[in-house]
């Protein structure tokens, strides 16, 4: 006699990434970090930044420039390049397509848990109208030791809103977040309509989608078991 199969476990908290995830910035930003690069001495393909550093903190891009070019960057080297991704965002930056709808539908708690930083958070979240939704519970790789793909930030979002990772859910575009979910033993919702091809996000625990609009109805299937 064969048991019957056992019936997912419901998710209690959603992760979001946030570029890539709520806001369309990535790829606006691996074109201006290649601007920035080739303006520094290193030369790379757009494919490579997004292999290299979509997902990663902004101590992971400065580590790998200073690594590679033997130099030291110094204290406020990144104010000249501000304005190329102010300008670039303000032209060109909007909501994720279709995440505000499943934003309205979802039906779970939920909170941010990016790389980037409050500041920046802030105002991309702010310029697309997404801020109130995420204000309070707003999470940033700045709060922990280690970023993604490391599980650091995913597990203190977690704790702070007290809840078992097990029942998180993560949302996430890059292979790094992919990585953190599974490290965190979180299920990820990997989210393949933005710079990030599908087959670096498949793999164990995770959920690959193209479009946000589905969200909803995956996350409320519950974690397989």
């Given at each position: 006699m064969t048991s019957a199969p056992a019936a997912p476990e419901p998710f209690?908290?959603?992760l979001f990434d946030c570029d890539g995830v709520l806001v369309d910035s990535e790829k606006i930003s691996v074109r201006v970090d290649q601007r920035v690069l080739a303006d520094l001495g290193?030369?790379?393909?757009?494919?490579?930044i997004v292999q290299r550093f979509v997902g990663r903190?902004?101590?992971?891009f400065i580590a790998a420039v200073e690594h590679q070019l033997g130099i030291e960057l110094a204290e406020g080297w990144d104010r000249r390049y501000e304005p190329w991704y102010r300008d670039a965002f303000e032209r060109g930056l909007t909501a994720v397509d279709g995440v505000e709808e499943a934003l309205d539908r979802l039906g779970l708690p939920h909170c941010v848990a990016?790389?980037?930083?409050?500041?920046?958070?802030?105002?991309?979240?702010?310029?697309?109208?997404?801020?109130?939704?995420?204000?309070?519970?707003?999470?940033s790789a700045t709060e922990v030791a280690r970023g993604k793909p490391a599980p650091d930030l995913f597990l203190h979002a977690a704790?702070?809103?007290?809840?078992?990772?097990?029942?998180?859910?993560?949302?996430?575009?890059?292979?790094?977040?992919v990585q953190a979910a599974r490290a965190a033993g979180?299920?990820?919702?990997?989210?393949?309509?933005?710079?990030?091809?599908?087959?670096?996000?498949?793999?164990?625990?995770?959920?690959?989608?193209?479009?946000?609009?589905?969200?909803p109805e995956l996350i409320a299937a519950g974690r397989p078991r």
């Amino acid at each position: 006699m064969t048991s019957a199969p056992a019936a997912p476990e419901p998710f209690e908290l959603v992760l979001f990434d946030c570029d890539g995830v709520l806001v369309d910035s990535e790829k606006i930003s691996v074109r201006v970090d290649q601007r920035v690069l080739a303006d520094l001495g290193w030369e790379l393909e757009l494919e490579e930044i997004v292999q290299r550093f979509v997902g990663r903190s902004e101590a992971n891009f400065i580590a790998a420039v200073e690594h590679q070019l033997g130099i030291e960057l110094a204290e406020g080297w990144d104010r000249r390049y501000e304005p190329w991704y102010r300008d670039a965002f303000e032209r060109g930056l909007t909501a994720v397509d279709g995440v505000e709808e499943a934003l309205d539908r979802l039906g779970l708690p939920h909170c941010v848990a990016s790389s980037g930083s409050h500041e920046k958070m802030q105002r991309t979240l702010g310029q697309t109208g997404l801020f109130h939704r995420f204000a309070g519970r707003i999470f940033s790789a700045t709060e922990v030791a280690r970023g993604k793909p490391a599980p650091d930030l995913f597990l203190h979002a977690a704790g702070t809103l007290r809840t078992d990772p097990g029942r998180c859910a993560v949302v996430e575009d890059s292979a790094y977040g992919v990585q953190a979910a599974r490290a965190a033993g979180m299920h990820a919702f990997a989210y393949a309509g933005g710079v990030t091809p599908a087959e670096r996000l498949a793999g164990p625990g995770t959920t690959v989608f193209f479009d946000m609009r589905e969200l909803p109805e995956l996350i409320a299937a519950g974690r397989p078991r």
